[in-house]
Nanobody
């Protein structure tokens, strides 16, 4: 079955960096787009970044553009989110997502807290 397992969250000071990882299994990873979402307390879940399948084309929310980078390693079935210049408003639970054969799959989420 499809599984997505995130890691790499934690507490970081404003201006710091973190790299999130999402290990995928149970489907043909290279052929599917992958996304990162986040959900802050009391807010709706929002799309942060997308990486397409073969060409690796990326898209970002305006709020993270030029600070975050999504990438994928198809040999390792893993998608990454490099987060630089973190701000307190980036505090949220970050989720990995994919849609496979018409079904939505989410990871369990990893908490990112940006605070001094």
């Amino acid at each position: 079955q499809v599984q997505l397992v995130e890691s790499g969250g934690g507490l970081v000071q404003p201006g710091g960096s973190l790299r999130l990882s999402c290990a995928a299994s149970g489907f043909a990873f290279p052929f599917y787009a992958m996304k990162w979402y986040r959900q802050a307390a009391g807010k709706e879940r929002e799309l942060v970044a997308t990486v397409s399948s073969a060409a690796g084309i990326t898209n970002y929310a305006d709020s993270v553009k030029d600070r975050f980078t999504i990438s994928r390693d198809n040999a390792k079935n893993t998608v990454y989110l490099q987060m630089n210049s973190l701000k307190p408003e980036d505090t949220a639970v970050y989720y990995c997502y994919c849609r496979v054969t018409g079904y939505d799959y989410w990871g369990q989420g990893t908490q990112v807290t940006v605070s001094s």
